[in-house]
């Protein structure tokens, strides 16, 4: 199975809203509804955002949003801010035990 | 709130093996997963393998099922990691994160350890 795939970069203007696209199969995103988003700051650990395509995990603000069409998953962020500038990878169930990474985004706050 | 507590640093030869632990912190690994992931240096995040503590059971990655062995104590809350064979391309920083469990066997990872950096260098 092949990694899922991002866009490498995106940006936006604080109070814009961006929308970041991952694209995988049908035997993974178009299949199973365990797509997740983590943030990734430099030098820190990923953290989760957005779970099962479109739930948001306590303290996460409702600026992000999740949703999926077919095999391709996005991830909103609106009304962006300064702090939103990091590194964005989805992930989803791949089936028989097995998950999957996209390349990953950078997302620039201009 | 459980935390998890990686491993210090490590430099391999090639050749040789590394192995990571990940201590719950703060409570237990209960009811979930633990799993394995690694990032090399400027690049993405990649699925290694996992373990669920409480049935011993684990999965890896085809890339990495004929060198990677993931264990775990209960009696500790402690996860391992080990790579074997390690070459040059195996630098990276390898995060262990809890998993959920659900019946089809999909879930998300929450929380993340802080992170091991193994370099392998000659």
């Known amino acids: 199975q092949s990694a899922l795939t991002q866009p490498p970069s995106a940006s936006g203007s604080p109070g814009q809203s961006v929308t970041i696209s991952c694209s995988g199969t049908?035997?993974?995103?178009?299949?199973?509804?365990?797509v997740s988003w983590y943030q990734q700051h430099p030098g820190k650990a990923p953290k989760l955002i957005i779970r099962?395509?479109?739930q948001r995990p306590s303290g996460i603000p409702a600026r992000f949003s999740g949703s999926k069409s077919g095999n391709t998953a996005s991830l909103t962020v609106s009304g962006l801010q300064a702090e939103d500038e990091a590194g964005y990878y989805c992930?989803?169930?791949?089936?028989?035990?097995?998950?999957?990474f996209g390349g990953g985004t950078k997302l620039t706050v201009l | 709130q459980v935390q998890l507590v990686q491993s210090g640093a490590e430099v391999k030869r090639p050749g040789s093996s590394a192995k990571v632990s990940c201590k719950a912190s703060?409570?237990?690994?209960?009811?979930?997963?633990l799993t394995w992931v690694r990032q090399a240096p400027g690049q993405g995040l990649e699925w290694m393998g996992k373990?669920?503590?409480?049935?011993?059971?684990?999965a890896y990655a085809p890339k990495f099922q004929d060198r990677l062995t993931i264990s775990a104590d209960k009696s500790t809350n402690t996860a391992y990691m080990e790579l074997n064979s390690l070459t040059l391309d195996d630098t990276a920083i390898y995060y262990c994160?809890?998993?959920?469990?659900?019946?089809?066997?999909?879930?998300?990872?929450?929380?993340w350890g802080q992170g091991t950096l193994v370099t392998v260098s000659s």
């Open positions: 994160a809890r998993g959920t469990l659900t019946a089809v066997g999909g879930g998300w990872f929450d929380p």
């Open positions: 703060g409570g237990t690994f209960g009811s979930y997963s």
């Open positions: 373990i669920i503590p409480m049935l011993g059971t684990t």
């Open positions: 049908d035997s993974d995103v178009g299949v199973y509804n365990y």
């Open positions: 099962e395509v479109s």
């Open positions: 992930c989803s169930y791949g089936g028989s035990d097995n998950f999957l």
